[in-house]
């Protein structure tokens, strides 16, 4: 969609746009959601291939019986137009899950809307999901047409829909309730027909026990839902992704054939995944990157050591936490590290994103930090795209 816009946050522009979800909409349509008089960035919509970190599975692998039997669910579930809740540890394919959801539905050929309500200032996000007049506040140049009517007649995905804030999750269920959005500013409804996905990588339960996300809403999104395993609970999907990824990124890099070998595979085969298929997609792509000849080898894997991570932390029990961290400290001041400060620096904001399931505005939250100092920082080790 090479046009420019005005977009409201870029990663809502990379979500919807460079895995086209826009496939739905015309142009015309597309500039009436992103009117050229608001008075934020001003950004050129990228050739969607060239900046896509991961692949967009055109097939989708489900071979572990855990996979086929949620493939089942999911088949049962989508024909129907019940909202769904999609729960997975981050990494293990919500999204992909959403997207075939919508695919089965009678909905599939209308726009599928993929929504990262983490991504929004709380300020913005109520105009964001469901518009705004012209003079609805200081600002509002011109009226501007919410998520929610962007897909209509189709799906909204609503990602981390735990960090939706309660004022706006009343809104929300009203929406649900009445079919119905109200712009900000606006009188008069406007009838919408949307089917809510909604995913999350904590336990809502939780968040309603502590308060933060409302009980009501919880149950109406609960109806259908669909828990995720993480990859380590389906072993048998282990190597046919890694297959996958292979000959995915192996055409994309204009590689002949590549084979893993015994060793390689063993290796996979024993990870614990803690990114799930994310990771596995990136430890792929990287090993063919680094592997030499038509072979991926052992030590072009290269795994996240968060087992090692967690080991160590177990090993210095009985010492105080600040104990562990000098000693931490300690070993890296023997090392001599060219750059210390700024390992350490960045060492500490990815692995608090790490925690936070790469959630951006918990991982401010966590260091107690503004998301702006977290999403520069992460822009700048390469974590996230500077688009993201
Ligand atoms: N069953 C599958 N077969 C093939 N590829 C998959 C499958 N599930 C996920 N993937 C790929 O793994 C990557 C991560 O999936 P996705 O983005 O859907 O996960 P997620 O749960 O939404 O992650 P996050 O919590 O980080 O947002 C994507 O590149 C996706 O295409
Ligand atoms: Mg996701």
């Known amino acids: 969609m090479g046009t420019e816009a005005t977009v409201p946050d870029a990663d809502i522009l990379l979500m919807n746009l460079l895995d086209n979800d826009y496939m739905?909409?015309?142009?015309?349509?597309?500039?009436?959601?992103?009117?050229?008089?608001?008075?934020?960035?001003?950004?050129?919509?990228?050739?969607?291939?060239?900046?896509?970190?991961?692949?967009?599975?055109?097939?989708?692998?489900?071979?572990?019986?855990?996979?086929?039997?949620?493939?089942?669910?999911?088949?049962?579930?989508?024909?129907?137009?019940?909202?769904?809740?999609?729960?997975?540890?981050?990494?293990?394919g919500k999204e992909l899950i959403a997207r075939h959801v919508h695919d089965l539905s009678h909905r599939k050929g209308k726009p599928f809307v993929a929504v990262n309500c983490g991504a929004f200032s709380e300020t913005l996000v109520e105009s964001e999901l469901f518009g705004h007049e012209k003079g609805a506040f200081t600002g509002a140049f011109s009226a501007k047409t919410g998520w929610f009517e962007a897909a209509n007649g189709g799906t909204i995905f609503l990602d981390e829909i735990g960090d939706l804030p309660l004022s706006i999750q009343v809104k929300l269920l009203r929406v649900l309730q009445e079919r119905e959005v109200v712009r900000l500013g606006a009188r008069k409804p406007t009838p919408i027909d949307v089917r809510l996905v909604a995913a999350t990588n904590v336990r809502l339960e939780e968040a309603v026990l502590a308060g933060h996300f409302r009980e009501d809403l919880f149950y109406r999104l609960r109806v259908a839902h669909l828990e995720i395993p993480t990859l380590r609970d389906r072993p048998g999907d282990i190597l046919p992704l890694a297959q996958y990824f292979v000959s995915e990124y192996r055409r994309r890099l204009g590689y002949g054939e590549v084979e893993i070998d015994e060793d390689a595979k063993r290796k996979l085969l024993a990870h614990a995944w803690p990114g799930n298929i994310r990771e596995l997609e990136n430890a792929i792509h990287h090993a063919l990157l680094i592997c030499k000849g038509n072979r991926l080898r052992n030590e072009d894997l290269q795994l996240s050591s968060?087992?090692?991570?967690?080991?160590?932390?177990?090993?210095?029990?009985?010492?105080?936490?600040?104990?562990?961290?000098?000693?931490?400290?300690?070993?890296?001041?023997?090392?001599g590290h060219e750059t210390l400060y700024e390992h350490i620096e960045d060492t500490v904001v990815r692995t608090a994103y790490h925690y936070c399931h790469n959630n951006q505005v918990q991982t401010a939250r966590l260091l107690g930090v503004s998301r702006n100092i977290v999403r520069a920082r992460l822009i700048k080790m390469g974590a996230i795209s500077a688009l993201k």
């Open 24 to 92: 739905g909409l015309t142009h015309r349509e597309f500039d009436s959601i992103y009117s050229k008089e608001d008075d934020m960035n001003l950004l050129t919509l990228p050739n969607s291939q060239s900046l896509s970190t991961s692949i967009r599975a055109t097939a989708q692998v489900f071979e572990d019986p855990k996979s086929l039997a949620l493939l089942a669910r999911i088949q049962q579930i989508a024909p129907s137009d019940a909202n769904v809740l999609i729960i997975g540890e981050t990494g293990t």
């Open 306 to 335: 968060m087992q090692l991570f967690h080991r160590s932390r177990h090993e210095h029990d009985g010492h105080g936490g600040s104990d562990s961290l000098q000693h931490a400290l300690h070993q890296l001041f023997e090392a």
